[in-house]
């Protein structure tokens, strides 16, 4: 009957008000609820039922029922917390946090309410992970797949691998003077016509360790009481400067491979008569031998008597043999034994230096217990003297920063010897800090600087520093291995020992970095000096200690050690696939003066300058940190969990991520802000955040709930008053039925 009828559809009525009700009061019951996403209830009518009518079929309502019940993802308010972890989405997306405990339980929310845990995840309120992306240090990208964002409560150390030195160097600092001091004895007499000349060779030794031979002529004319002169590089047969008749008793030169400025002064030449010869002296030690090899194939000896810087009388024994390969075998000996026929018969003499298959005629070896240098040429084209069967050569040497450097005393260099110092810190790869000095001086040459980078040589641990017997070199080439040893060379590597690189900066007018050149490095293995760059400021391709010239950056690159790992002797084959990479034992540091290399040297924007005001470190800083341990993490709207440590670093450590849904209505409410996947929802993709879609991250920020109360409000009051007039239909309903009923009676 209709009436019944009439229950049952009233009934649908209070039955999905009802339900609307409850959607009402979990909406406001979750009004502080953190990024609750409020639900929207709607109804439908409940299919008809036809019945016959005068007119035809009609169709009676049976009630209302709910068509759909959705969550709403508009966005929430934010509100700011103090929470560095707390983060709220601002866009589309959800937070994907994953149950450690169980195997696939991943679950999405908007609560980004997180904190760290006693074992460092990053964690919800019911301690699900949140999961992230790791970021690479190098790249700044995010690596690997998405994981348990887990913090690093300590920082490892980073060695370092580039130092930033940027300073002014005064202008007007004088440059250095190098003044060559002859002395002898030229008399001319006045009553006979002409002049006297008098002639003399030496050797003015370069930074690159190359001898320049100078022949000097002076000719005194009493008459007329003045000087001729004629100052000549003989390995190019050019002059270097002359003079005729003139009055002055000096002049400058330039030397031939360095072009630094050097002053001849022979003001002290006398001209006393007869007894007195006539002879020019030039000071300082013997430093350079030249004899003539002999291709017999046959051991044969040289002895030679020099002086040293003390003035002493050493004896030297070289000797030479020409072998079946096409190469020499030789051998250098200090205080030989009389009578020795070979090599071999020299047993108690010093060894000086020794080769085995040499290609080169050029070799040098030191003064037994001294780090004095004597070059030794035996080239058979060689034009000696006759009679002592050698050219024995005394020896002027520009001063340089690395000479003055001498780690065998307790302060290595004197405050003299430079016009400027900056220091910083590095660290090795165990997080040791090492202090770095910098000396910078001018040369004899206008506009030309040279700089010297020490460590503390008691930190220096290179191998040559701890070898008996450093300065040892093997090559292959030509299929036959040469062997070199320089046995004397202990005490110069002793001497050296602190020294990380040498060269000399050009600047233009404008004050800026012209170019690099005789740029020099100690070798690691060896201690001999390695030059990195050039006279002409060009890189080597290959540097003789098989490192690359230049860093990864274009900067010049010096090799260290302050592990002291050791490593066996190094054969360096030429077509090892691993040339130019430095070891692991070694530490490669670049050096940034604010230029780099690249075609040729180009400045940039903070750099080393010359300019007329006071020597002054502008800048310094160097990418190498000890361990930290961790301070403070903070997150930026681009979901990067940053950390802050103690040692200075700040690391961009994890990348939030984030996932969204093609249905995210469909997807399945589990409670304590969380939702899960179904297939309704679609699969969720994930992306970083402001990506693909994805909103981004405020940080310090929780979003609220987007429950408007004065809608629900509204809305409560239709429901009540839809509520009442479904409960009238189901009384009057029922009064209608009483009255029926009542027609029995």
């Given at each position: 009957m209709g009436l019944t009828n009439a229950l049952f559809t009233g009934t649908s009525g209070l039955r999905a008000l009802g339900h609307g009700m409850n959607v009402i009061g979990d909406n406001?019951?979750?009004?502080?609820?953190?990024?609750?996403?409020?639900?929207?209830?709607?109804?439908?009518?409940?299919?008809?039922?036809?019945?016959?009518?005068?007119?035809?079929?009609?169709?009676?309502?049976?009630?209302?029922?709910?068509?759909?019940?959705?969550?709403?993802?508009?966005?929430?308010?934010?509100?700011?917390?103090?929470?560095?972890?707390?983060?709220?989405?601002?866009?589309?997306?959800?937070?994907?946090?994953?149950?450690?405990?169980?195997?696939?339980?991943?679950?999405?929310?908007?609560?980004?309410?997180?904190?760290?845990?006693?074992?460092?995840?990053?964690?919800?309120?019911?301690?699900?992970?949140?999961?992230?992306?790791?970021?690479?240090?190098?790249?700044?990208?995010?690596?690997?797949?998405?994981?348990?964002?887990?913090?690093?409560?300590?920082?490892?150390?980073?060695?370092?691998?580039?130092?930033?030195?940027?300073?002014?160097?005064?202008?007007?600092?004088?440059?250095?003077?190098?003044?060559?001091?002859?002395?002898?004895?030229?008399?001319?007499?006045?009553?006979?016509?002409?002049?006297t000349t008098v002639e003399t060779d030496f050797v003015i030794r370069d930074i690159d360790q190359k001898d320049n031979k100078i022949k000097l002529k002076l000719e005194w004319d009493a008459s007329i009481q003045k000087w001729s002169y004629t100052i000549i590089d003989v390995k190019n047969n050019t002059t270097l400067a002359s003079g005729t008749n003139v009055t002055t008793s000096r002049t400058t030169i330039e030397i031939p491979t360095t072009k630094e400025q050097v002053i001849i002064d022979w003001s002290a030449v006398t001209h006393d008569p007869p007894p007195v010869e006539n002879y020019l002296n030039i000071p300082g030690r013997h430093g350079r031998i030249e004899i003539k090899g002999s291709q017999q194939g046959q051991w044969e000896s040289k002895d030679v008597t020099l002086v040293d810087a003390n003035g002493t009388n050493r004896n030297i024994r070289i000797w030479l043999r020409y072998n079946q390969n096409g190469r020499w075998d030789y051998y250098v000996f200090e205080n030989p034994i009389a009578g020795a026929n070979d090599p071999d018969q020299e047993i108690g003499a010093i060894i000086l230096a020794k080769g085995e298959n040499a290609n080169e005629t050029n070799i040098f070896f030191y003064l037994d217990g001294t780090s004095q240098r004597i070059n030794l040429d035996w080239d058979p084209n060689n034009i000696v003297d006759p009679q002592k069967g050698y050219n024995l050569y005394t020896l002027q040497e520009t001063f340089t920063l690395f000479d003055a450097w001498n780690a065998k005393n307790e302060v290595p260099i004197q405050s003299t010897a430079y016009s400027y110092r900056s220091t910083l810190f590095i660290y090795d790869s165990l997080g040791t800090p090492h202090e770095i000095t910098i000396y910078y001086s001018p040369t004899t040459k206008d506009n030309v600087w040279e700089f010297l980078v020490t460590s503390n040589p008691s930190e220096d641990q290179r191998d040559f520093v701890r070898d008996a017997l450093p300065m040892q070199w093997w090559y292959e080439k030509g299929g036959v291995i040469q062997k070199v040893e320089i046995n004397s060379g202990k005490v110069f590597t002793e001497e050296k020992r602190g020294i990380l690189m040498y060269g000399r900066l050009e600047f233009?007018?404008?004050?800026?970095?012209?170019?690099?050149?005789?740029?020099?490095?100690?070798?690691?293995?060896?201690?001999?000096?390695?030059?990195?760059?050039?006279?002409?400021?060009?890189?080597?391709?290959?540097?003789?200690?098989?490192?690359?010239?230049?860093?990864?950056?274009?900067?010049?690159?010096?090799?260290?050690?302050?592990?002291?790992?050791?490593?066996?002797?190094?054969?360096?084959?030429?077509?090892?696939?691993?040339?130019?990479?430095?070891?692991?034992?070694?530490q490669g540091i670049e050096?940034?003066?604010?230029?780099?290399?690249?075609?040729?040297?180009?400045?940039?924007?903070?750099?080393?300058?010359?300019?007329?005001?006071?020597?002054?470190?502008?800048?310094?800083?160097?990418?190498?940190?000890?361990?930290?341990?961790?301070?403070?993490?903070?997150?930026?709207?681009?979901?990067?969990?940053?950390?802050?440590?103690?040692?200075?670093?700040?690391?961009?450590?994890w990348m939030v991520g984030l996932a969204n849904f093609n249905a995210p209505e469909r997807l399945q409410r589990l409670g304590a802000n969380l939702f899960r996947e179904t297939t309704h929802s679609g699969p969720p993709v994930t992306g970083k955040?402001?990506?693909?879609?994805?909103?981004?991250?405020?940080?310090?920020?929780?979003?609220?709930?987007?429950?408007?109360l004065g809608e629900q409000f509204v809305k409560m009051i239709v429901f009540q008053r839809g509520f009442q007039a479904d409960a009238r239909i189901i009384t009057v309903s029922d009064t209608m039925l009483e009255e029926l009923i009542n027609l029995k009676r």
């Open positions: 406001v019951a979750n009004l502080n609820t953190t990024a609750f996403k409020g639900a929207r209830i709607t109804f439908s009518d409940i299919m008809a039922q036809s019945i016959n009518t005068s007119a035809g079929s009609g169709q009676l309502g049976r009630g209302a029922s709910i068509q759909a019940l959705y969550q709403l993802f508009t966005q929430g308010a934010f509100e700011s917390t103090a929470s560095p972890t707390d983060m709220a989405i601002a866009g589309a997306g959800f937070f994907i946090v994953r149950n450690p405990k169980a195997t696939g339980a991943v679950f999405y929310t908007r609560d980004g309410q997180f904190v760290i845990d006693k074992d460092g995840y990053l964690i919800n309120p019911q301690g699900l992970r949140v999961q992230g992306w790791k970021i690479d240090e190098i790249t700044n990208d995010i690596t690997g797949a998405l994981t348990d964002i887990r913090i690093d409560r300590s920082s490892p150390p980073v060695k370092t691998t580039k130092i930033d030195m940027i300073t002014n160097l005064d202008a007007r600092t004088e440059t250095r003077v190098k003044v060559i001091s002859i002395s002898g004895n030229i008399y001319d007499d006045p009553d006979q016509q002409g002049s233009d007018n404008q004050g800026n970095v012209k170019k690099f050149y005789h740029v020099y490095r100690l070798d690691a293995n060896t201690g001999a000096l390695v030059q990195v760059i050039d006279e002409k400021g060009q890189p080597v391709p290959l540097p003789e200690d098989k490192f690359l010239a230049l860093g990864p950056n274009g900067y010049p690159l010096l090799i260290a050690d302050f592990l002291g790992i050791d490593f066996e002797f190094d054969y360096y084959a030429p077509n090892d696939v691993n040339q130019g990479a430095v070891r692991n034992d070694l050096l940034n003066f604010g230029y780099f290399f690249k075609d040729a040297w180009r400045s940039e924007s903070v750099r080393t300058t010359q300019y007329a005001t006071s020597n002054a470190t502008l800048f310094y800083d160097q990418n190498g940190f000890g361990p930290g341990a961790l301070e403070s993490i903070n997150v930026d709207n681009e979901g990067r969990v940053i950390g802050t440590y103690s040692n200075g670093r700040v690391i961009p450590l955040p402001g990506t693909n879609g994805l909103g981004t991250i405020a940080p310090n920020s929780l979003e609220q709930s987007n429950v408007d």
